[in-house]
Protein backbone atom coordinates (compact mmCIF):
# COMPACT_ATOMS: atom_id res chain seq x y z
CA UNK A 1 0.00 0.00 0.00
CA UNK A 2 0.80 3.63 -0.70
CA UNK A 3 3.11 5.49 2.38
CA UNK A 4 3.91 9.24 2.56
CA UNK A 5 6.18 9.98 6.00
CA UNK A 6 6.89 13.52 6.19
CA UNK A 7 9.54 14.53 8.79
CA UNK A 8 11.52 17.70 9.22
CA UNK A 9 9.17 20.00 10.68
CA UNK A 10 9.20 22.11 14.15
CA UNK A 11 9.81 25.89 15.14
CA UNK A 12 11.96 28.34 13.12
CA UNK A 13 12.28 31.88 13.74
CA UNK A 14 11.55 34.79 10.60
CA UNK A 15 14.27 33.84 8.40
CA UNK A 16 15.52 30.30 9.40
CA UNK A 17 15.67 27.34 7.13
CA UNK A 18 14.36 24.11 7.41
CA UNK A 19 14.58 20.58 5.60
CA UNK A 20 11.51 19.01 4.79
CA UNK A 21 11.42 14.42 3.65
CA UNK A 22 8.81 12.44 2.03
CA UNK A 23 9.91 9.00 2.49
CA UNK A 24 7.70 6.88 0.46
CA UNK A 25 6.65 3.28 -0.22
CA UNK A 26 3.97 1.41 -1.90
CA UNK A 27 4.38 2.38 -5.72
CA UNK A 28 6.75 2.56 -8.33
CA UNK A 29 8.47 6.40 -7.45
CA UNK A 30 10.53 7.18 -10.44
CA UNK A 31 7.10 7.02 -12.32
CA UNK A 32 5.36 9.39 -10.15
CA UNK A 33 5.26 13.07 -9.93
CA UNK A 34 5.66 13.71 -5.76
CA UNK A 35 4.18 17.09 -4.49
CA UNK A 36 4.23 19.29 -0.91
CA UNK A 37 1.61 21.09 0.23
CA UNK A 38 0.40 23.30 3.28
CA UNK A 39 -2.87 23.74 5.03
CA UNK A 40 -2.99 26.64 7.37
CA UNK A 41 -5.43 26.82 9.84
CA UNK A 42 -8.87 27.80 8.50
CA UNK A 43 -7.92 28.10 4.83
CA UNK A 44 -7.71 25.48 2.28
CA UNK A 45 -4.76 22.68 1.20
CA UNK A 46 -2.72 24.43 -1.00
CA UNK A 47 -0.40 23.31 -3.78
CA UNK A 48 3.51 24.46 -2.62
CA UNK A 49 5.84 22.65 -4.99
CA UNK A 50 6.20 19.31 -7.35
CA UNK A 51 8.71 17.20 -8.52
CA UNK A 52 7.61 16.07 -11.58
CA UNK A 53 8.71 12.03 -12.83
CA UNK A 54 9.69 13.61 -16.04
CA UNK A 55 12.46 15.59 -13.86
CA UNK A 56 10.83 18.85 -13.97
CA UNK A 57 9.65 20.68 -10.69
CA UNK A 58 7.62 23.66 -9.98
CA UNK A 59 6.75 25.83 -6.99
CA UNK A 60 4.27 28.11 -6.07
CA UNK A 61 5.31 32.17 -6.88
CA UNK A 62 5.42 33.14 -3.18
CA UNK A 63 7.97 30.89 -2.15
CA UNK A 64 10.00 31.29 -5.32
CA UNK A 65 13.75 31.83 -4.37
CA UNK A 66 13.36 30.49 -0.92
CA UNK A 67 11.86 26.98 -1.72
CA UNK A 68 13.16 23.89 -3.44
CA UNK A 69 12.03 20.69 -3.77
CA UNK A 70 13.95 17.82 -5.32
CA UNK A 71 13.79 13.88 -5.26
CA UNK A 72 16.37 10.86 -4.91
CA UNK A 73 14.63 8.20 -6.98
CA UNK A 74 17.09 5.77 -5.36
CA UNK A 75 15.84 6.04 -2.06
CA UNK A 76 12.37 7.01 -3.10
CA UNK A 77 12.50 10.17 -1.38
CA UNK A 78 11.32 13.81 -1.72
CA UNK A 79 12.30 17.14 -0.28
CA UNK A 80 11.62 20.44 0.13
CA UNK A 81 14.33 22.47 1.77
CA UNK A 82 13.20 26.16 2.87
CA UNK A 83 14.87 29.28 3.32
CA UNK A 84 14.22 32.51 4.34
CA UNK A 85 11.00 31.18 6.14
CA UNK A 86 8.22 33.81 7.17
CA UNK A 87 5.45 33.75 9.33
CA UNK A 88 2.87 32.94 6.72
CA UNK A 89 4.54 29.72 5.82
CA UNK A 90 3.51 28.67 8.96
CA UNK A 91 1.65 25.56 8.04
CA UNK A 92 1.10 21.61 8.63
CA UNK A 93 2.83 20.45 5.18
CA UNK A 94 1.83 16.92 3.68
CA UNK A 95 3.32 14.86 0.95
CA UNK A 96 1.51 13.66 -1.85
CA UNK A 97 0.87 11.06 -4.76
CA UNK A 98 -1.85 10.78 -7.34
CA UNK A 99 -1.35 7.08 -8.04
CA UNK A 100 -3.25 5.27 -9.98
CA UNK A 101 -6.41 7.30 -10.23
CA UNK A 102 -6.17 7.95 -6.28
CA UNK A 103 -4.50 10.93 -3.91
CA UNK A 104 -2.37 10.06 -1.15
CA UNK A 105 -1.68 11.78 1.77
CA UNK A 106 1.13 11.32 4.59
CA UNK A 107 0.26 12.45 8.19
CA UNK A 108 1.99 16.37 7.38
CA UNK A 109 4.41 17.86 9.67
CA UNK A 110 3.97 21.14 11.55
CA UNK A 111 6.07 23.84 10.31
CA UNK A 112 5.71 26.62 12.73
CA UNK A 113 7.80 30.75 12.00
CA UNK A 114 7.54 32.87 14.64
CA UNK A 115 9.57 35.03 17.07
Known amino acids: QVQLVESGGGLVQPGGSLRLSCATS????????ISWYHQAPGKQRELVAL???????YVKDSVKGRFTISRDNAKNTVNLQMNSLKPEDTAMYYC?????????WGQGTQVTVSS
Open 96 to 104: NVFHEGSNY
Open 26 to 33: GFTFSANS
Open 51 to 57: ASHTGGT
